[in-house]
């Protein structure tokens, strides 16, 4: 007899039993000793049905049948047995004195895991089963290693759908297709709504899988809700995201990011993209490829600081435009060929996409066709952006124009429960700091969260940028006069802001609280040359349609906001009046 | 083998030649091939000319060995990428990390 100490070590206990399905009851008794004897528990039949029957109340963990067995032939038995034991790997090992080649790869189709030829010696048949049961416990514990792992991958998609991912705006503008490959991957997309009414959109991609690209989801999301709620230019957000990155992943995992931020009140979208495929830029009506954004900046997280050149491209919109986002597991799916799927195809489908009405579900149908059933090897991650900016205007809150006027302004610095803040800026910190975060921040702290601030925040951004650009740079509108004209006046804004030396900007604030809100007065003074207001005034009367002009919006959109709205100091300084009701 | 790495004809720099694919399944080996280099100053030569894939997971092995290299003041410069390999590189920018020489 085998002895087994030292020689086998099996994770499978003595308690293991073993089924032994044969019709010769010699032969029967003297495999059932032999088992025994190696210290398993035997259960016998006679014939193969009623062995089923054993298989079934028993639930052996291994079994041997005779290829002769009556009741039930080898073959069946073995296929049932599988069948039954589903998940469970069950070794069954066939027992004959002869097979022809077309018998043994019978057995083997109907999941026969060994054949052993009779006459066989009891050392042999103690090896094989053995064998069989070490094979059973690599199986147990790949089993328990997938589930696990499949365990870590839910739990990592299902932080991405429903933490990171839930807080999605716009979706029926902004469609978003994503399906995880086998092993999930990690892209990640997120909308959110800026207090302009700005809308900002991101596809990131993790290097990395499972759990480890899940880790980095939740600041990224975090991140990004937050700061493009407070209104935070989309460069500070995409710094801070980096800085973040930077901190957490380990040197070899980083972020490839692509944004886009629509610009409602420019007409505009600004497009950043670090380490992604192309942003395409569509027009929705013919097809056309307008615009292409490659990768102008490495991977977020990689180092500490941006890399200088981090400038968006800015992209002038009409209202048939569509922009399309991707991460590269669709352009590298592959066919059996071994081809990728690449840019041209997923180009056409988008096209064909446009006239059917559904670019996603073109794309990936399109992908499914040239991949046939391969597999996927990543994730598929879509973004296809309508900008038609009339959809999002009517997602910004609707400003409150109900209010009791009930406060004078002269009495502002009387009333019990007013505050007042003041900042100023100058030099380089004009071009460092963005106030107005700030300024919201304040508001918040001291007149509590609230809807109502949007239009505030519209409000300051305007006469900040007045103030900034017109002002301290002394840049003039007439630079944006056509859509080429913005990237020049961006450029050039850049370049001012550089050499910004002596000029200034005060800001200040005098609150006092109404019935059901309050009365914000909002006094900006830059170190500009100032401008004539009256004559603006008239001209700005005279231009019609004045909504298609290119600039000069920004006043008349905080006249309309503001209940008093004056320039002062030969235009250098402005006053602003804002009422603000209690969300209800 | 499908990463070898050999000392360069200095003496002092260290050349890593990958064949065919670059990927995860090239990690251990790969940094195999330099993490013994401790030599202060050692520029590591990365041949990808017999290469014909890279992943994102091979970027991430590439900033793994530019780490290694900062640390004893020397250089990571990516020789003969194919055109695939190159736009993977241009993609992510990484001339901005480190030298790459087609």
Redo the contacts between chains.
């Keep these: 007899m085998l002895d087994n100490n030292g020689l086998f070590s099996l994770k499978t206990g003595i308690e293991s039993q073993v089924l032994i399905i044969d019709s010769n009851p010699d032969q029967l008794e003297r495999l059932a000793k032999a088992v025994n004897d190696e210290g398993f528990k035997t259960i016998l039949s006679h014939d193969g049905m009623q062995g089923m029957v054993k298989f079934y109340q028993e639930r052996p963990d291994l079994v041997l049948i005779d290829y002769h067995a009556i009741g039930m032939n080898a073959i069946d038995s073995c296929r049932q047995i599988k069948a039954l034991a589903a998940d469970v790997f069950v070794p069954v090992v066939i027992i004959s004195d002869y097979l022809d080649e077309k018998q043994i790869s019978e057995c083997v189709a109907a999941g026969a895991d060994d054949i052993i030829f009779k006459p066989f010696s009891l050392a042999i048949f103690c090896s094989k089963i053995y064998a069989m049961f070490r094979i059973a416990d690599l199986y147990r514990e790949l089993h328990s290693l997938t589930s696990e792992r499949q365990n870590d991958e839910e739990l990592a998609e299902q932080l991405f759908s429903d933490v990171v991912e839930k807080g999605n705006v716009a979706k029926e503008h902004i469609k978003i297709f994503k399906r995880s490959a086998k092993t999930f991957s990690g892209d990640v997309q997120l909308t959110a709504l800026c207090p302009s009414g700005d809308v900002n959109v991101l596809l990131g ?1 993790f ?2 899988h499972g759990l480890s690209s899940a880790i980095g989801a939740i600041p990224l999301a975090d991140i990004f809700r937050a700061m493009t709620d407070k209104g935070h230019a989309p460069l500070e957000i995409i710094r801070q995201i980096n800085r973040k990155m930077h901190q957490l992943l380990p ?4 972020l ?1 990011l692509s944004m886009v931020t629509l610009s409602v009140s420019e007409k505009v979208a600004y497009v950043w993209n ?4 192309d942003v395409l830029a569509f027009n929705g009506g013919t097809g056309t490829l307008k615009h292409r954004v ?6 977020l997280g ?2 500490n600081q941006l ?1 200088h050149e981090m400038k968006p491209k800015i992209i002038p919109l009409e209202a048939n435009d569509r922009i399309l986002l991707y991460s ?1 597991g669709i352009v590298e799916a592959r066919n059996r060929a071994g081809d990728f799927f690449g840019e041209a195809r997923l180009i056409d489908s988008t096209k064909q996409g446009f006239i059917n009405r559904d670019v996603t579900g073109h794309i990936i149908a399109a992908v499914e066709v040239f991949c046939e059933d391969l597999p996927q090897d990543d994730d598929i991650s879509l973004v296809d952006i309508n900008c038609d900016l009339s959809h999002y205007q009517s997602l910004s809150p609707v400003r409150s124009r109900e209010l009791d006027f009930s406060v004078v302004e002269d009495d502002l610095s009387k009333q019990s429960g007013s505050w007042g803040w003041q900042m100023s800026l100058s030099g380089d910190k004009l071009s460092a700091v963005d106030p107005i975060p700030i300024i919201i921040n304040q508001l918040q702290e001291i007149e509590g969260q609230g809807e109502h601030w949007h239009s505030l925040f519209t409000v300051l951004t305007e006469l900040f940028v007045n103030a900034l650009d017109h002002g301290v740079l002394a840049l003039s509108s007439d630079l944006k006069s056509s859509p080429e004209g913005f990237a020049h006046y961006f450029s050039e804004k850049q370049k001012r802001l550089k050499e910004v030396d002596k000029g200034f900007i005060k800001i200040k604030l005098e609150h006092s609280p109404t019935e059901n809100g309050g009365l914000l007065t909002i006094v900006i003074k830059d170190s500009g040359g100032g401008f004539d207001f009256e004559s603006w005034l008239t001209t700005a009367a005279q231009q019609s349609p004045i909504s298609s002009a290119l600039s000069g919006r920004g006043i008349q959109l905080v006249q309309e906001l503001c209940e008093h709205l004056t320039y002062l100091d030969n235009g250098s300084t402005v006053k602003a009046v804002y009422c603000w009701s209690r969300d209800r | 083998m499908s990463i070898v790495s050999r000392v360069a004809s200095n003496n002092k720099d260290i050349v890593i030649t990958i064949s065919e694919r670059f990927d995860f399944s090239q990690y251990k080996i790969f940094r195999e091939a330099y993490c013994d280099c401790n030599g202060s100053g050692t520029d590591f030569y990365v041949d990808l000319s017999k290469a014909n894939y890279m992943d ?2 091979a ?3 590439l ?2 060995l530019k ?1 290694h290299a900062d640390k004893l003041a020397g250089k990571v410069i990516i020789e003969r990428p194919n055109d695939a390999i190159n736009k993977v590189l ?5 001339h ?2 480190m030298t790459i020489v087609r």
């Design positions: 991609d290097t990395g040197t070899h995992m980083f490839a670090a380490g992604m495929e490659k990768s102008f900046h490495p991977p990689i180092s890399l590269d | 994102s997971s970027l991430g092995m900033l793994l780490e241009e993609i992510a920018q990484f901005h990390l």
